[in-house]
């Protein structure tokens, strides 16, 4: 089976604290995802990265950026955590751009 | 560009009842599709995928879905409904062609009575 480990379930940050969340997949997949998750709004794609230090800007990504440096591992990075970053932030990874294989989520809170 | 319709917000069934969430679709060609489901506080779980060829598939947990290319739809149905199938369904879209990128509907949330 896929795994997609993101590490932490629940974050509680506060305004302007720099946030790290971390995912790691064990499927040697070339692309991984980063998708914020919000009522009403569905799932809206942040960043996304096709290769190692590969990334490309998806739909949302004003206020973060991402870092791969190894193949299994893609993080993403508040540099200053805003009210407005608070949300659910799903991971994912694929082969071939189709099926995608999600994390669990992590509940980032910035207060 | 591509873009995925899921008209329904909220739908509540009552357990043993039959569903159908419903999903159109905005694209040129053929995509390809897919039906994820959500438990509450989960991530995404891949129910089922249409790629080509039979356009009735079947996917995990007693869900099929029927591609209908004269509707553009893909709408995931299930004959009897369990409590357990409460969660968020979303239909997603994949175009090819060198993308990358899934494109999803908002979600139909579903609810059961008992």
């Known amino acids: 089976d896929v795994k997609v480990t993101q590490s932490s379930r629940y974050l509680v940050k506060r305004t302007g604290e720099k946030v790290f969340l971390e995912c790691v997949q064990d499927m040697d997949h070339e692309n991984m995802f980063w998708y914020r998750q919000d009522p009403g709004l569905g799932l809206r794609l942040i960043y996304f990265s096709y290769d190692v230090k590969m990334k490309e800007k998806g739909d949302i990504p004003e206020g973060y950026s991402v870092s791969r440096e190894k193949k299994e591992r893609f993080s993403l990075i508040l540099e200053s955590a805003s009210t407005n970053q608070t949300s659910m932030y799903l991971c994912?990874?694929?082969?071939?751009?189709?099926?995608?294989?999600f994390g669990a989520g992590t509940r980032l809170s910035v207060l | 560009a591509q873009s995925v319709t899921q008209p329904d917000i909220h739908i509540t069934v009552s357990e043993g009842a039959s569903l159908e969430l419903r999903c159109n679709y905005s694209y040129g060609a053929t995509p390809y599709l897919f039906w994820y489901v959500q438990s509450p506080g989960q991530g995404l779980q891949l129910l089922l995928k249409y790629f080509s060829g039979d356009t009735l598939v079947q996917g995990i947990k007693g869900f099929e879905a029927e591609f209908k290319r004269s509707q553009s739809s893909f709408n995931l149905r299930k004959p009897s409904v369990h409590w357990s199938d409460a969660a968020e369904y979303f239909c997603a879209l994949y175009s090819g062609a060198g993308s990358y990128q899934l494109t999803f509907g908002k979600g139909t949330k579903l609810s059961v009575i008992p």
């Open positions: 994912a990874s694929s082969v071939g751009g189709n099926i995608q294989y």
